[in-house]
């Protein structure tokens, strides 16, 4: 059974091949299929982890959906990509907010602007689509905030979430996504490494793959949130 597990993630991150690491990416995710079946769903950002985890999902079964969360702030490349996507793959769904909020909340509060733009659709997503397992993209080498988290994670009460490239260097993204020859969101030509809402993210050359993200505020190279905030709704609650 898919359960919590706490792994040294440090030794599988240096002491795995790539073929190795691409061999338990698979097996995490057909165990998960296996016990979840149409409640293991994948989390899509369009970025370049995500199609590499939407590939490895489509070749563990065809089935396996998935869900994307947009906002009003993604660039017209990323809203590009997100229709060819979805015309490939029907079963991507796509939610997003479209609540009113105070003009460049991005700028005054980015928490709160992330809450209701990204965590919200998130939520949303895993109630409607019945998730009961969610596959992310996150790997353990992106950033400052993503050192301490774990393949397979009981966050919130009854909703797994697996991750299961944590354990990739950015170089064996690219590796695969090459070799399986993965179409990627074009604005990786452009320079960026970390792709997120527009005002939010930028082109640098720190060694820091997501420090282009939320630069100049406190949240610079940070989380949106749907990675440490609770997703379930209890008892219908929103933000
Ligand atoms: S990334 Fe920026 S614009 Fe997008 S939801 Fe978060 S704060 Fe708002």
């Given at each position: 059974m898919l359960q919590a597990i706490e792994d040294n993630i440090a030794s599988l991150v240096e002491g795995l091949n790539f073929k190795q690491k691409v061999e338990r990416s698979l097996s995490l995710i057909e165990q998960a299929y296996k016990e979840y079946g149409q409640g293991l769903v994948v989390a899509d950002s369009l970025g370049k982890d995500s199609v590499a985890v939407w590939h490895l999902a489509k070749r563990v079964s065809p089935d396996i959906r998935g869900f994307i969360v947009t906002t009003r702030f993604k660039p017209p490349e990323t809203k590009q990509f997100m229709k060819e996507e979805v015309a490939r793959y029907p079963e991507l769904k796509i939610y997003e907010n479209n609540a009113e909020i105070p003009d460049q909340l991005y700028e005054t509060d980015p928490n709160r602007c992330c809450d209701i733009l990204k965590v919200e659709p998130t939520r949303r997503a895993i109630e409607e689509m019945q998730v009961k397992c969610w596959i992310t993209g996150l790997r353990c080498t992106e950033g400052r905030t993503r050192t301490d988290f774990q393949e397979v994670e009981e966050r919130d009460e009854g909703l797994l979430k697996l991750n299961?490239?944590?354990?990739?260097y950015e170089r064996e993204i690219w590796q695969y996504l090459a070799l399986h020859k993965v179409d990627v969101n074009?604005?990786?030509?452009?320079?960026?490494r970390s792709l997120g809402c527009g005002p939010c993210t930028k082109i640098t050359t720190?060694?820091?793959?997501?420090?282009?993200?939320?630069?100049?505020?406190?949240?610079?190279?940070?989380?949106?949130?749907?990675?440490?905030?609770?997703?379930k709704l209890i008892n219908g609650a929103g933000i």
């Open positions: 299961p490239i944590l354990i990739w074009p604005l990786y030509i452009e320079g960026y720190d060694p820091d793959e997501r420090a282009g993200r939320w630069i100049g505020t406190s949240k610079c190279g940070g989380e949106c949130g749907i990675h440490t905030r609770p997703l």
